[in-house]
């Protein structure tokens, strides 16, 4: 059957450039008309690469041919940029932000909240003007992580002040939501979330700003990207050869929209006794470097399983303010001043972050090495 409906269903089938979600997913398709076997399809999209479109045309045109039907595509895109910007779009809706580093991972719960909390903080020890946004709007611990739950926003106008915290200024959707709110967000809230954090907080200078992302690959990474020149990309992953499938994932999708990869953080990567502070394996540990050479980047840091990391998350002490003097908080020091190198390095220019076309999407693993084997011991045998 040939009907509005039909042809939406085959329109699924369509990805979206460098991305795993279709454009029907996306919300880009905005009307469909059918009239003498043809199909006239109107897409909205918000990057002006030629061969975004150049790609949609063919892909709708394959699917509607599977129908018996021609294809009319109409797209509306926005005017290439002009100026230099490597923003997708070419677009800086944060033109007082120096640079903007985008923390990723696989999945959930790998320590990323953690891993930008202490960067942003060690960054802003190291005497940079530093913020900190929350962008993952599903879940959203930074205000605990930075002891600001329970705070009132300041309002200014029609903007909102961010908060300032171990000499960083702070915001995050947690803090602009009502507390235990439940929230179904959908693709266009969530991209107009994103938008909105960017656009209507008063970051004033920065020198850099970190973006703690929701975890995977889906509209909140697409619409950042989108929105502002990302400076780099970080990956946390734990050692897990599971959870580095899931971490090639994200870094393909750095690949695919020409965001420079700064490096990757293991987090959890052996366990430091507090009684005897012997170091050993419980995730395994060391595997990144594999995944660091497979992606022509480094590894930026390894970050140890530590339970007062997890007290000073619970209890919005950043543990490299708190306790400078610990091993995890000097690895977070080296880490965040090698991040910032690749910040200065990075060239990243507008011309080169259009999306790739062609080959895997940027959420296939296909082709992934598996990083070598390395035995794990269980526990540090300590009598304490
Ligand atoms: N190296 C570590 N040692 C001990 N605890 C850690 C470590 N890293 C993270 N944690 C703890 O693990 C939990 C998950 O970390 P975190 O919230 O930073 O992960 P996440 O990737 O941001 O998770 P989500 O995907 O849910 O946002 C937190 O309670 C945190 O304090
Ligand atoms: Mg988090």
């Known amino acids: 059957m040939k009907n509005i409906d039909t042809i939406k269903e ?40 030629v061969e975004v479109e150049a790609s949609l045309r063919e892909d709708i045109a394959k699917e509607l041919a599977s129908m018996g039907l021609k294809a009319n595509v109409i797209i509306d895109k926005p005017q290439a940029p002009k100026q230099s910007s490597n923003s997708q779009s070419g677009k800086n809706i944060a033109p007082t932000v120096k640079n903007f580093v985008m923390i990723s991972s696989g999945k959930g719960g790998v320590g990323k909240s953690t891993t930008s909390v202490n960067l942003a903080v060690a960054m802003a020890m190291q005497g940079k003007k ?10 959203p611990n930074i205000p605990r992580m930075m002891g600001l739950d329970h705070k009132e926003p300041q309002i200014q106008g029609q903007k909102i002040v961010p908060y300032e915290a171990y000499g960083v200024k702070v915001m995050s959707m947690g803090s602009l939501m009502e507390p ?13 979330a994103i938008e909105q954090l960017l656009r209507d907080i008063i970051w004033g200078d920065l020198d850099v700003l970190v973006i703690d992302m929701p975890p995977g690959t889906g509209d909140a990474q697409l619409t950042l990207a989108q929105s502002v020149p990302v400076s780099v990309g ?17 870094l393909e999708m750095f690949k695919k929209l020409h965001i420079p990869i700064a490096g990757i953080v293991e987090n959890m990567s052996g366990f430091i006794c507090p009684s005897c502070q012997t170091e050993s394996d419980i ?19 390894d970050i140890p399983i ?23 908080s000097k690895r977070f020091m080296i880490a965040a001043s090698k991040l910032w190198q690749t910040i200065e390095n990075s060239q990243a220019d507008n011309s080169s972050i259009q999306p790739t076309i062609g080959g895997a999407s940027a959420c296939s693993t296909a082709g992934a090495k598996p990083a070598s084997e390395k035995p794990a011991h269980d526990g540090c045998g300590c009598e304490h």
């Open 10 to 49: 085959k329109l699924k089938n369509v990805y979206y450039p460098g991305f795993s979600k279709s454009i029907v997913d996306f919300d880009f398709v905005k009307n469909i008309q059918l009239a003498d076997g043809t199909a006239t399809i109107s897409l909205v999209i918000t990057s002006s690469a």
């Open 283 to 301: 995730f395994g540990k060391g595997t990144c470097e594999e995944l660091a050479k497979e992606f022509d980047t480094q590894v930026l840091g």
């Open 234 to 250: 970080v990956n946390v992953t734990t050692p897990q050869h599971v959870a580095l499938d899931d971490s090639r994932r994200s």
């Open 306 to 328: 530590e339970p007062s990391i997890r007290v000073s998350g619970d209890t919005g002490k950043p543990i490299v303010f708190i306790q400078p003097e610990v091993e995890t």
């Open 180 to 192: 235990g709110q439940a929230l179904i967000w959908r693709g266009a809230m969530v991209m107009k």
């Open 130 to 139: 530093v913020g900190l946004l929350d962008a993952d709007i599903y879940g």
